[in-house]
């Protein structure tokens, strides 16, 4: 497996790392650290020469200290790549030359050399069919929550996390959440016959779309634990289940990438990327 972790030197990326180490075996590590001049304040008059020189430097020590931190979790490093200018499109070029199965990102950097971990790790969803691992802080390395709403979407990233994924001895849960009766139009609401079939259609959907999980993971020897299906917007029961549990990492299917970037804006992935505290891994199809 070849993966690349992205690195700009801060604890947020060395967690991502030492999060998604713990769920993988076995592969081959690409680090990549681009260094962006654009925070620096425009009234800033350095020599172009000594300032490149600087951050050249500067990407040096935090590609080294990322080589070690690969190498005490017994990885192999077969690629350092240091880039200089927009860390999305530096990160964009590199997956363009070459295949990866996974993306590693930090998110929710603080200002200046390290401000890109939380933008760049929504762009590099919106524009890269690579699974990305994204994480805010070190985790433990046990629970784990597959969401699935029936879709083939769901479908084709329960079978890639199975591929590039080590988790038969962790514990796993799907959870699949049927839209609350609030969203249905007015004057649905009104006919209780037909609102209580609704919901037992959902329910069946429901059940049918975890019961699809179950056999693909089966097929990968992977053990399910628990079974869960909630009612209310995705979202927030995805990220509530999942701070009551203490999850350490949630997986969520992606659409295809010409509607990716609609899907993620103000919608469930981009909602849980941005407020759940553990690891979220987005497999798009």
Known sequence: ????????????????????????????????????WNFLPLSMNLDA?????????????????????????????????????????????VLKDEKYDLIILGSQGKKGISQWLGSVSK????????????????????????????????????????????????????????????????????????????EKQQKILAVKAINKIKMLFDIHGIQINNEVILTGNPAQEIINYCEKEETDLVVMGAREKKDISKFLLGSISRRVLDNITCGVLIIGK
């Open 1 to 36: 497996m070849n993966i690349l972790c992205c690195t700009e030197g801060s604890e947020r990326s060395r967690a991502a790392f030492k999060n998604a180490s713990k769920f993988i075996k076995n592969a081959q590590i690409g680090i990549i650290c681009v260094i962006d």
């Open 49 to 93: 020469s000594n300032y490149s020189e600087m951050y050249d430097n500067i990407a040096d020590s935090v590609l080294n200290y990322a080589e070690k931190l690969v190498l005490n979790c017994n990885f192999t490093v077969n690629k350092k790549i240091k880039a200089i200018g927009s860390a999305t499109e530096g990160i964009l070029d």
């Open 123 to 198: 762009r590099i969803i919106e524009n890269s069919h690579t699974p990305c691992f994204v994480s805010k802080k070190e985790t433990g390395n046990k629970k784990i929550v597959f969401t699935t709403d029936g879709s083939s979407t769901s479908d084709d990233a329960a079978k890639k996390f199975a591929d590039i994924f080590d988790v038969k001895d962790k514990h796993i849960t799907i959870l699949s959440v049927k839209e609350n009766p609030e969203f249905y139009p007015i004057d649905a609401t009104f006919d209780k016959n037909w609102l209580d079939a609704i």
